[in-house]
C-alpha cells in the first residue's frame, strides 16, 4: 500500500497545478488520475483561451484567479515552455442591445481589474482583424491563447520532475478515514493512504466530495461542440472574436485562432446527463456552420479537419439551478480534506492561483517546510518545425531521428514522437504522443504518420500489436496478426 | 549550394516514369527525393494484381509494376535520396528537404518535377457525428496495416464510401477472415472501376447500398457500432431510415485529395475543381520551370495513366532544360456541360497533347466533344461514361487553331 502526506485526486490542469505548486515544500504528493493521460478530458477539451476576467462577477472566485492567472503568464509559459500568444481579444457587436451588454462587460472588467479594455468602432476593428464580423466591439488587449495539451502536461511533468508522482488508469472507488486520521481511499490499481485529500476531479468532483463526506454538491455537464478547422483558414484568424453575451451573460459560437495556427469554431452550449459522453451531433454541426459563419467570414466545410467535444462541469445551487462560483474549502468537520467543485472555465487560466489558494489552506493547517531543491523549469520537447534551417541541419548533425519527418502536415520528426513515447508521466497511447507532438493533427488526420506512430510504440516500448491503444479505456487498435503474420 | 537540373519530389510511379523518361532524353542531372525508405510510393502496399494492363499488356502486382521502374532506374543510375522528405520548394526553385543519412538538404535545381500523389479525405473533413473511438480507419491506412504490417485491424467491418481503395480492403480483409457487412456509399452510383464492384464485391457476397451513408459513430474505446441511413439526391439522410450495424472496425474510402502543400509554398495556383495545380498542355504549373504530374495534378483511375503522363510530361522538362522555355500556352481549356474537370487548362494551339477528363455523373450513350469556337475538333461516342473512370483523348495540332479557347463538354 502507497502512503503518501497528500493525494490529489484528479490530474487535469488544476490538480497537475496543485501537484506542481505542493512540491515546492517537503510533502510527497501522489496524482490518481483515471484515464490514460492528464488531459484526456475537460483540461484538453476546451477553446484554450487564456481569458482576461471580465465576464464574472466582482470578487467572486472565477473573478480573482483569473484575473491572477491572466496576468502571471507570460511568466509561467516561460517557465514551463508552453505555446502561448497574448493575441488580446475582440467581442463584438451589431446592435444598440449588444453595445449596452458590451459597456456593461467592460464596466465590470475594469472593476475586477482587468487592464487596457476599449469599445472600438469598425474602423479600428479592420486594422486588428479585417476578418471579424460585427459593427463595433470591446478590444481586450489582456487576452491569449494556449495550448491546453501543453499547459497541462507541463504541469503535471514540472512536477514530477520535482518528486511528484502520478499514477494513470487508477480510479478512486471509495474512501474511508482511519484510526490515526489518515485517509485510505481504494482504487481500481489498489488502495493508497495519506495525511490530506485533494478533490481535484472535475465532473466527478461532486461524487468524489460525498465519497469524501461533503454530500450535496450538484455538478451540471454543459456540453459544448467545435469545429477544428485547417491552418489554411488559420491564416485568416489572427485573433479570437467573440460575440456580445448573451442575455444570461455567457457567450455563443466563437472563433478562436489556436496557437499552433488553427482555427477552433465553437463551443455551442447546452445540459446533457453524462459529462463524459463526447460525441458530436449532426444538428450541433449544422448549428455551429452557421453561426460561425457570422463570426468569422471563412468558416467553410473545405477547411474542416476535425470535431471535438467537452463539458464544462458547473455547479448549480441544487433548489434553483443557478451556476455557482468556484468552491474550494477545507472544513474543520471533514479534516484532511480539501475540496474542490465545479471548477470549470475560466479553470485553464485560474489553475495556478486555485492551486496557491490550495496550498495555503494546508499551510494555516501545519507547517510547510520549503524544498530547497525546486525547480519551476520545465522544458517540452524540441521542435524540429520551429527551429531555424541553420538549428534543423544541427539538430539532424547531432540526431539522425531529426531528420525523418513522421508526420508529414505538422513536420513532426522521429525523434520528438521518439522523445514523446518516453515521456516523463510514462503515457503510451496514439493520443498521448499526438498531443505531446502535434503529430496527426494536421489534415491528414494520421494518414501519413498514424502506422509509423504505432510501429514506433511497439518498437521503443515492446508493447504487443493487441496492447497499442488509442486513448482512454480499451481502446485498442488493432485485433492481431493477419494469417500467419505473427510468424512474418 | 548544390544544383541539379531536374529535382523530382516524390518516387512513386509519377516519378520514377518521369525519371526514366528524362534519362532516355538525354538529361543526365537527375535528382529523386523520396520519404519513404524504399522507393515505389503507395504501389508498395497495394499487393493485389490488375496493374500495368494499359502500360505494359500484362495483369501485375502493385509492388511488381513499381519494381520494374525501380529496376531501370538503378540501372540507369538515377540519384535518388530515400528516407528524405522535402519541406519547402521556393519559387525560385530552391528545394529543401531533410534527410536522415544527409542532413538538411538545399539544392537549386532548373525544374521540379511534382510528383507527390495524394492523400485520403478523412473523417474530419466529413464531419460525421458521433465518437471518437479506436477502429475507425481510413482505407489506406488499414491498408498499410494489413499489408505492410501483417496487422489485423478489426473483424466486423463496415465500408464508407466505394471508392477503389475501399473495394479492394472489402476484399482483403475478407480473405482475412473478416465479416464485411456492406459498402455504403451516399453517391446514387459507385465511385468505384466496375470490375473492383465485381471482383471485389459480388464475388465475395458483400452488399453495396448506394444512397446510404454512416450518419452516427458510436463506442467510446473501440468501436462498437455505426448507425446508417438512406440519403435522398441532395445526400441528406432520411428520417426514419436509420439501421444500427453492429462492427468493431470503419473504413472510409471517402475520396482522395492530391497533395498540394508544397506547390502552394512554390507560389503554384490550383485548380478547385481537380485540386491540382493549374498546368498547361507541357503540364507545367503557372510557375515557369515547376511542372506536376500524376495523383498530385488529379486523381487517376489507373496507374497505367499516371506513367504514361509523367512520361510525356519528361519529354516537355527535356525540352524545357534544352531551350531554356517552352511555348506561351494562351488558351484557356474549359469545363463545360456534364464534365467534372480537364487537363491541361491552357494550350498553345499549336501542338498535339493528352486532354484529359472526368464527367460528373454516370451517363448512357453519350459524345464527348471537343470544340474551339464554332469549330469541332473531336467528337468521341461513348457507350458509358463513368465519373470513376478517366477519359483521355489525343488531341491533334493540326486540326487545332491557336487564337480561340477550347471547351469540352458531353452531350
Not at chain 1, 32 to 55: I, P, W, Y
Not at chain 1, 320 to 336: H, K, M, S, W
Not at chain 2, 300 to 318: G, I, R, T
Request: net charge negative; proline share 4%.
Amino acid at each position: 500500500m502507497k502512503n503518501s502526506d497528500i493525494i490529489i485526486i484528479g490530474g487535469g490542469v488544476v490538480g497537475s497545478a496543485i501537484a506542481r505548486e505542493l512540491t515546492r515544500y517537503k510533502l510527497s504528493v501522489t496524482v490518481l488520475e483515471k484515464e490514460s493521460d492528464v488531459c484526456t478530458q475537460t483540461s484538453g477539451r476546451n477553446t484554450g483561451m487564456l481569458h482576461a476576467g471580465f465576464l464574472y462577477k466582482t470578487g467572486s472566485l472565477k473573478a480573482q484567479c483569473c484575473v491572477e492567472g491572466n496576468k502571471e503568464f507570460d511568466r509561467v509559459a516561460r517557465e514551463l515552455d508552453v505555446p502561448f500568444k497574448r493575441t488580446g481579444k475582440l467581442i463584438v457587436g451589431f446592435t444598440e442591445e449588444h453595445r449596452q451588454r458590451l459597456l456593461t462587460m467592460l464596466e465590470r472588467g475594469k472593476a475586477n481589474g482587468v487592464e487596457g479594455m476599449e469599445l472600438i468602432d469598425r474602423a479600428r476593428m479592420d486594422e486588428i482583424d479585417p476578418s471579424a464580423g460585427g459593427n463595433f466591439a470591446i478590444y481586450c488587449p489582456a487576452s491569449g491563447i494556449l495550448d491546453p495539451f501543453t499547459y497541462t502536461i507541463a504541469l503535471a511533468e514540472n512536477a514530477v520532475k520535482n518528486g511528484a508522482e502520478y499514477h494513470l488508469y487508477t480510479k478512486v472507488t471509495g474512501a474511508e478515514v482511519l484510526e490515526d486520521g489518515r485517509h485510505l481511499l481504494h482504487t481500481t490499481k489498489g488502495d493508497f493512504t495519506c495525511r490530506w485529500v485533494i478533490n481535484s476531479a472535475g465532473l466527478q468532483s461532486a461524487e468524489i466530495s460525498a465519497m469524501l463526506g461533503i454530500p450535496g454538491y450538484v455538478i451540471q455537464p454543459i456540453k459544448g461542440e467545435y469545429f477544428v478547422l485547417d491552418k489554411k483558414a488559420g491564416a485568416f484568424a489572427k485573433i479570437p472574436v467573440y460575440p456580445a453575451p448573451t442575455e444570461r451573460n455567457t457567450f455563443d459560437t466563437h472563433a478562436t485562432p489556436t496557437v499552433d495556427g488553427n482555427v477552433l469554431v465553437g463551443p455551442n452550449s447546452f445540459k446533457v446527463e453524462d459529462g463524459e459522453d463526447y460525441s458530436v451531433s449532426q444538428s450541433g454541426m449544422d448549428g455551429l456552420q452557421e453561426s460561425g459563419a457570422r463570426m468569422f467570414k471563412h468558416m467553410n466545410r473545405e477547411f474542416y479537419i476535425r470535431t471535438f467535444a467537452g463539458a464544462r462541469p458547473k455547479r448549480i445551487d441544487p433548489e434553483t439551478g443557478e451556476i455557482q462560483d468556484f468552491l474550494i474549502e477545507c472544513r474543520d468537520e471533514v479534516p484532511g480534506v480539501i475540496n474542490l467543485v465545479g471548477i470549470e472555465s475560466p479553470g485553464l487560466t485560474s489553475s495556478l492561483p486555485i492551486a496557491r489558494r490550495v496550498v495555503r489552506m494546508i499551510g494555516e493547517r501545519e507547517t510547510l517546510i520549503p524544498n530547497p531543491s525546486f525547480d519551476p523549469i520545465r522544458k517540452g520537447i524540441k521542435r524540429f518545425h520551429e527551429a531555424t534551417r541553420e538549428e534543423q541541419a544541427a539538430l539532424i548533425a547531432a540526431d539522425p531521428d531529426y531528420g525523418e519527418i513522421v508526420c508529414r502536415c505538422e513536420t513532426i520528426t522521429r525523434a520528438e514522437i521518439r522523445e514523446a513515447i518516453h515521456n516523463p508521466l510514462g503515457v503510451c497511447t496514439v493520443n498521448g504522443i499526438k498531443v505531446r507532438t502535434r503529430a496527426s493533427m494536421g489534415r491528414c488526420q494520421g494518414g501519413y504518420c498514424e502506422t509509423r506512430i504505432t510501429a514506433m510504440i511497439r518498437e521503443e516500448l515492446g508493447k504487443a500489436v493487441t496492447d497499442v491503444r488509442l486513448t482512454n479505456g480499451d481502446s485498442t487498435m488493432f485485433t492481431g496478426y493477419v494469417k500467419g503474420g505473427a510468424q512474418a | 549550394m548544390m544544383h541539379k537540373q531536374a529535382i523530382i519530389v516524390g518516387g512513386g510511379p509519377a516519378g520514377l516514369a518521369a525519371a526514366l523518361r528524362l534519362r532516355e532524353k538525354g538529361i543526365e542531372d537527375i535528382l529523386i527525393l523520396e520519404r519513404e525508405k524504399m522507393l515505389g510510393g503507395i504501389l508498395r502496399q497495394c499487393i493485389h494484381d490488375g496493374f500495368g494492363l494499359t502500360r505494359f499488356g500484362e495483369s501485375l502486382s502493385g509492388p511488381e509494376y513499381a519494381q520494374r521502374f525501380i529496376d531501370k532506374v538503378q540501372e540507369a543510375g538515377i540519384e535518388c535520396i530515400t528516407d528524405c522528405t522535402v519541406l519547402d520548394i521556393s519559387s525560385d526553385k530552391i528545394v529543401t528537404a531533410a534527410s536522415r543519412n544527409q542532413g538538411l538538404l538545399q539544392i537549386r535545381a532548373d525544374a521540379v518535377l511534382l510528383t507527390m500523389g495524394c492523400r485520403e479525405r478523412t473523417r474530419g473533413a466529413l464531419a460525421t457525428p458521433g465518437t471518437r473511438p479506436a477502429g475507425v480507419y481510413t482505407a489506406g491506412v488499414a491498408q498499410n496495416y494489413v499489408n505492410l504490417q501483417n496487422i489485423m485491424v478489426g473483424h466486423e467491418v463496415v465500408i464508407l464510401g466505394s471508392g477503389d481503395i475501399g473495394l479492394i480492403m472489402a476484399r482483403r480483409m475478407t480473405l482475412e477472415g473478416a465479416h464485411v457487412k456492406g459498402v455504403y456509399e451516399v453517391q446514387s452510383y459507385p465511385n468505384g472501376l466496375p470490375r473492383n464492384i465485381q471482383q471485389c464485391l459480388n464475388d465475395y457476397n458483400i452488399p453495396l447500398h448506394l444512397s446510404h451513408t454512416v450518419v452516427e459513430i458510436k463506442g467510446r474505446e473501440r468501436l462498437t457500432s455505426v448507425v446508417v441511413a438512406a440519403c435522398d439526391e441532395r445526400f441528406r439522410p432520411i428520417p426514419g431510415t436509420e439501421e444500427e450495424i453492429p462492427c468493431d472496425t470503419l473504413i472510409l474510402s471517402v475520396g482522395l485529395i492530391p497533395e498540394n502543400e508544397l506547390s502552394l509554398a512554390a507560389g503554384v495556383n490550383l485548380d478547385p475543381r481537380t485540386r491540382g495545380a493549374f498546368v498547361d498542355e507541357n503540364c507545367q504549373t503557372e510557375v515557369p520551370g515547376i511542372f506536376a504530374a500524376g495523383n498530385v495534378l488529379h486523381v487517376h483511375d489507373l496507374v497505367d495513366f499516371v506513367s504514361l503522363e509523367a512520361e510525356a510530361l519528361a519529354d516537355n522538362v527535356a525540352e524545357y532544360l534544352k531551350v531554356g522555355s517552352l511555348p506561351a500556352c494562351g488558351l484557356e481549356v474549359k469545363a463545360g456541360a456534364n464534365v467534372g474537370h480537364v487537363i491541361p487548362q491552357r494550350i498553345s494551339g499549336t501542338r498535339d497533347f493528352t486532354l484529359s477528363l472526368r464527367v460528373r455523373q454516370p451517363l448512357n450513350g453519350v459524345s464527348v466533344v471537343v470544340r474551339q469556337g464554332d469549330q469541332v475538333i473531336l467528337r468521341r461516342k461513348m457507350r458509358k461514361a463513368l465519373p470513376a473512370e478517366m477519359i483521355q483523348l489525343p488531341i491533334k495540332a493540326a486540326k487545332l487553331t491557336d487564337n480561340v479557347d477550347m471547351e469540352v463538354y458531353v452531350e
